[in-house]
């Protein structure tokens, strides 16, 4: 199968949006990701994953700790600055357990970094979730490529 044809599989699994966040070199950085999941329960994990051609990934060994901000249907702007697709500044960011995350997320997580896994062109990072947020409002999703709304019934 081709890349293109895996791509447009994946495409159709439906996640959230989160962005991913650290301070390193005396800067924040951040990305968007929608590779993310729940790991374990007891301890409390979480996994991310890095493509190889971010700059998260490439400065990979610097991050000991990051947030985690679940983003919330009005933030698809916050997704596109992360993501690279506008070229707009970003400074909304407010702390949780002295990491960085996006103010008003709909949900944010502080997080330790407990293993490094090598995956293909990706690099899993699993974390423990040190301090949560939760915040109300209703959250935005990828699927097919595109932004959606969860529409009440």
Known sequence: MSNQSFRKAMSHFATGITIVT?????QIHGMTVNAFMSVSLDPQLITISLDQKTNLYQNADKIERFGVSMLREEQKDISQ??????????????ELDQ?????HALTTLACTVVNRVEAGDHLLLIAEVDDI???????????????HTLKDE
């Open 99 to 103: 990491i960085p995350v996006i103010n």
């Open 133 to 147: 947020k939760l915040n109300e409002g209703k959250p935005i999703i990828y699927y097919n490529s595109q932004y």
């Open 22 to 26: 650290t301070e390193f070199d005396q």
């Open 81 to 94: 600055i992360f993501a690279k697709q506008v070229d707009q500044p970003f400074h909304d960011f407010t």
